[in-house]
């Protein structure tokens, strides 16, 4: 039996885990996978090894290191690329964030184009909607080729936008990059417990989510299909959406009262209106999320189904039921209040730049308050659901005509989007319909940069040097950016372009210094 050689980095993470039994449940697939030498990891890999015998390779190593990146794609068909910093590490730690998931990223590009056979080997990258920043009521839904703003302070958001555009504006032959909606896995209410991440979820935002186990068997479509010659020749190359469709679509203040529901409670039970930011954490639903689908067929355990079994897989979930309400209130939820990445310690140490960020003001975040019964919920309002549907969808525009063929584009399609997004297309020549040739454009700060029309006008890329890691003036970019500020205002008001504070790292030192936690 011919065997299909994948690797797989991330390993040890969430879609990793998952992605490993479904994998190698396939008879001709050998996977190597690639992981830091930890004691943690290496009783990992032994009970791998042990297990899968002679079906997995495990190589110690990391993707920052170039020679472990050479070493890892030899002799690889398919690397699904999913290792990466997330939140609420990358909150932590920026600087470890934008060197494993850029850094990284660019280390896997470079070896699989130095490799003598990397012509033949495919690369799957796991992306994130968190490239496409915070959405509200307004424009909930996102396609692929909607803007790409981080949120401020998301290290992980901008961190992902910048390997894709790597990826993007590579020469690789064969890629393709999923922007992974929000993941729902075996675990995740504890680990959740763990953060003041926890109140970073908007109550009102819309937020897209997917199980672990569809991802992984999406994995494992893409590369049976490919290797059998069962996948439509125009897949890769190209970016999607990782979604679920309308029964993962859900509000922040939905899935929370979801994750409660598994104690018979409500989140009302454990939350207040004013524990949860009121904007600017990233959060869409994918207005083509199906389109993955119809190529590869990987959806399979829904949302509804995750939250109906994942009681059955905790025991403990009968004890919390009869806790009372405030123990678990006090004890799970307000010790959180103390955690530096918490919107509480901000308000009770005046940390102005994250309140202003977050809430948009001191005086927006005291209007909150702590009764529910003065706080409107978006989805108990009337019309949530035919919003959900879809029925009713307004999309942003993309400031060319999105419905032409791509084999239609040409250069004034390419001048009206640059247009659209402040700046000017330099280039005065392209062929009609060659979309992966590199344009020279330039963006309203007169900064020049090459990209493909693809990535522009197909994939919402526009200037990576407007979006610097350390400074998130935001505010300034969707003023003189209509492209971007149609989504922008949705949570911002116009005004806010001539507040003083910095959205800097350097006001908030604890969040961000990079040793204090091994």
Known sequence: ??????????????????????????????????????????????????????????????????????????????????????????????KRTLRTNIDGTKNIIDAILSDFDGDNIHLIYVSSLA?????????????????????PYDYYGYSKIVAERAILDSNLKYYVSLREAAVLYKNMIFKNLND????????????????????????????????????????????????????????????????FSVLGRSAKDYFKPNYNVSRNFHGVWFADSLVLNSYTDYLNKSYSYFWKKYASHHWYFKIGRIIPKSWISKLAIQRLFKDSNSPRYWVDHNIEGRIDCFYGSQDAYNAIGEDWSFYKLWCEEEGYEEARSG???????????????????????????????????????????????????????????????????????WCLDCFKEDSWNLDYIAANVPFYGQVWYDEHDKSEINRVYPYSVDEFPEINYEDKKK
């Not at 897209?208 to 996948?231: C, G, H, P, Q, R």
């Not at 400031?399 to 084999?407: I, L, M, S, V």
Request: charged share 25%.
């Open 196 to 259: 003041g991440l926890l109140f970073h979820t908007t109550f009102n935002g819309p937020l897209e989510w997917v199980t672990d186990y569809d991802t992984a068997i999406l994995f494992k479509n893409i590369i049976l299909k490919d290797a059998s010659k069962m996948l439509a020749k125009d897949f890769w190359n190209k970016v999607y959406n990782v979604g679920s469709g309308i029964d993962g679509r859900k509000t922040g203040f939905e899935m929370i009262n979801d994750g």
């Open 131 to 151: 490239e496409y920043g915070s959405r509200g009521k307004t424009h909930p839904w996102a396609r692929v080729g909607d803007p790409l703003i981080p949120v």
């Open 391 to 461: 029925s009713k969808m307004e999309l942003s525009y993309l400031g060319f005509d999105e419905y032409k063929k791509p084999a239609d584009i040409e250069l004034s399609d390419c001048i009206k989007a640059a247009e659209f997004r402040g700046g000017k297309c330099l280039s005065t020549k392209m062929e009609k319909g060659d979309i992966y040739k590199p344009l020279r454009w330039r963006c309203f700060q007169g900064h020049e940069f090459y990209a493909t029309p693809y990535a522009v006008l197909f994939a919402g890329h």
């Open 1 to 94: 039996m011919i065997k299909i050689n994948v690797g797989l980095t991330g390993a040890t993470g969430t879609l990793g885990k998952a992605s490993i039994p479904i994998l190698l449940g396939v008879d001709n697939i050998a996977l190597k996978i690639i992981i830091r030498p930890s004691k943690k990891n290496i009783r990992f890999a032994r009970r791998l090894k042990a297990k899968y015998k002679n079906n997995i390779t495990i190589m110690y190593g990391d993707i920052t290191n170039k020679s472990d990146c050479v070493r890892f794609v030899h002799g690889c068909e398919y690397i699904i690329h999913a290792a990466g910093v997330i939140p609420p590490v990358a909150d932590h730690y920026p």
